[in-house]
């Protein structure tokens, strides 16, 4: 008889299909339960879905962890953003699994970045960023993360303050921090986030500080503000982007779908920024601010 401890380690993978707009919010929910993150398949025809997926060890907590996913998944699909599948669920019974998951994690380059997942050995080609998969990394960086970090290389971030809304993993706010910025805050609304984000900057060994919250519970202003957050919360904390932008700041927003970038600009110019740059990238966009230099 073969015993207990030869046997091969079962998976469940939890699978769900979602529109590129709701992709982040997917990931956060399905990075609370999978094992070492999430994966992202982008697909080649840009008419299917996105698919985001965690896996699971198949155990006795299993059940309620899908359970879980499921019950967040239903809130989100009645919450408005770009439609989201329904949950679902394969099992995988493969003891090879996790190298052969792990080997599709590599180190990718952006800008001067350079993003490695932390059991990767590979020698640095820029500025390194040590950042295990979850909201970062799917079968590369999600775009919108793309668009912010190249945003983030072309500013000079030395001797300035960086405010990063909507942290996630924290990697925008390790970046400008291993850019030279004096000061990082980096914030979330998810307590997980802000969890991760820690322990992401004691990883890299930079200083952030990381706070549970939103835009308007930061005080002071910040020469640089990074918000990778979707089309609908950016036009609703417009008034609170613009307060946290210094006389002369850089705002980088991403995160919108292109039919809604007109709504995101007059918003946040109503509050006196002005459009300095944009970029798009499969149906997303990313826009630049600058704040008058007096007010």
């Not at 998944?73 to 792990?102: N, Y």
């Not at 990394?137 to 290389?153: D, I, K, M, N, S």
């Not at 942290?167 to 000061?183: C, E, H, M, V």
């Amino acid at each position: 008889m073969r015993s207990a401890a030869a046997e091969p380690i079962r998976w469940i993978e939890i699978a769900v299909p979602s529109h590129p707009e709701a992709v982040e919010a997917v990931s956060e929910i399905l990075s609370r339960v999978g094992y070492n993150g999430i994966a992202v398949d982008v697909p080649l025809d840009a008419a299917q879905p996105h698919v985001v997926k965690a896996y699971v060890v198949y155990d006795h907590a299993a059940r309620i962890k899908v359970r879980r996913v499921k019950e967040a998944i239903g809130r989100l699909q009645a919450f408005g953003l770009g439609p989201v599948g329904d949950v679902a669920l394969r099992r995988i019974a493969d003891e090879d699994w996790l190298e052969s998951w792990k080997a599709q994690f590599t180190p990718i380059g952006i800008g001067p970045f350079f993003v490695r997942p932390s059991w990767s050995s590979a020698r640095a080609m820029g500025i390194e960023i040590v950042l295990d998969p979850g909201m970062a990394f799917g079968t590369g960086l999600h775009p919108t993360t793309r668009q912010c970090l190249e945003a983030l290389g072309e500013i000079d971030a030395r001797g300035r303050s960086v405010l990063d809304l909507g942290t996630g993993s924290g990697i925008l706010a390790i970046g400008a921090a291993k850019r030279g910025a004096t000061r990082v805050v980096a914030v979330d609304v998810d307590p997980l986030s802000v969890r991760a984000a820690t322990e992401n900057a004691r990883l890299n060994n930079v200083a952030v500080e990381v706070r549970e919250g939103s835009a308007a519970d930061v005080g002071g202003t910040f020469d640089v503000v990074l918000a990778n957050l979707v089309a609908d919360v950016l036009v609703a904390i417009a008034a609170d982007l613009a307060a946290r932008l210094a006389l002369g700041g850089t705002l980088v927003c991403a995160g919108i779908v292109a039919e809604k970038a007109q709504q995101v600009g007059d918003a946040l110019a109503s509050f006196g920024l002005t459009v300095t740059g944009r970029d798009d990238r499969e149906d997303w966009v990313r826009l630049a601010f600058t704040a008058p230099a007096a007010r």
